[in-house]
Structure formats: C-alpha cells, structure tokens
C-alpha cells in the first residue's frame, strides 16, 4: 500500500505541474526551515548549513516527485535515480541565478524591487526542473 497518492497517464499536464511547483514549495519551507534552525540556533555557518538545507529538501521533494508526481517504477535504481535529480536541481538552482542576474544586469531599474527578478528566475527554473525530472531523471515513470 502506497501512502502518497500517485499520478496515472489520464492525468493532463497542468495536474502534474500544478503537484510539482506545490512539491518544490513544501521543499523551499524544509530549505528555508532547516537553514534557519542550523544558523540560527545551532550555529552553523551560513554556506555549511546551507549545503545540508538543500540537500535535505533535494531528498524530501524527490521522494514527492518519485511517488506523488511522476510515479516512477520501484525497480529503477534509486541512487541513479537521486544523482540525476540532484544534478538537475542544480542546474535549475543555477538556471535561477542566471535569470535573476540577467533580469537586474537587463532591467537596472528591477535591482529595486528584487522579488521580481527572483520570480522570474524561480519560474524558468521551475519549467527547466520539471521538463528535465520528466525527461532525464523519472524515466520509467508512468505518468
């Protein structure tokens, strides 16, 4: 018996993405939630506590992903499966700060108001992370 509910192929595209951006939020608040508690309380650095915030929700959303979102086959590798989640999300952190800068460097006048370029940021790397789970990283899914 499964405790997450999972996708199946009758499911349009807007369901999928609309359960990936609202598993990638649950994965900011770990993010931001563990980073918090590790500095804030725990004294760790701010770049330690970050490389094991981000890791921490890598894992919480690709497990969401893997059973709640793409519904991937069981028998697949797993740690292949994590090391290629883990590499797209880093591509995609990385696509964000691109965006963001490109946005500011492009538009001087968004360096006022940054939440705009991070959203722009955020939403291209948001496409770019699920169209490279759906295509490099959950491949045997069903969905």
């Known amino acids: 018996m499964r405790a997450w509910p999972v996708a199946t192929t009758s499911q349009p595209l807007p369901g999928r993405l609309s359960r990936f951006t609202l598993v990638g939020g649950v994965g900011f608040m770990i993010d931001a939630g563990i980073l ?5 309380v725990l004294g760790f650095g701010h770049y330690g506590g970050r490389a094991i915030s981000f890791t921490a929700a890598v ?17 697949l590798d797993r740690r292949k499966e994590y090391t290629r989640y883990l590499a797209v999300q880093i591509a995609g952190a990385a696509i964000n700060l691109c965006v963001y800068v490109l ?3 492009s538009l001087p006048h968004l360096a006022r108001i940054p939440v705009v370029p991070l959203a722009i ?17 959950f ?3 069903s969905s």
């Open 36 to 40: 918090t508690l590790l500095v804030n």
């Open 59 to 75: 894992t919480a959303t690709w497990l969401a992903n893997r059973y709640w979102v793409f519904r991937t086959d069981a028998s």
């Open 103 to 105: 946005a500011i460097e």
């Open 121 to 137: 940021g955020a939403t291209v790397a948001l496409l770019f992370n699920y169209s490279a789970s759906g295509r490099f990283v």
């Open 139 to 141: 491949t045997g899914s």
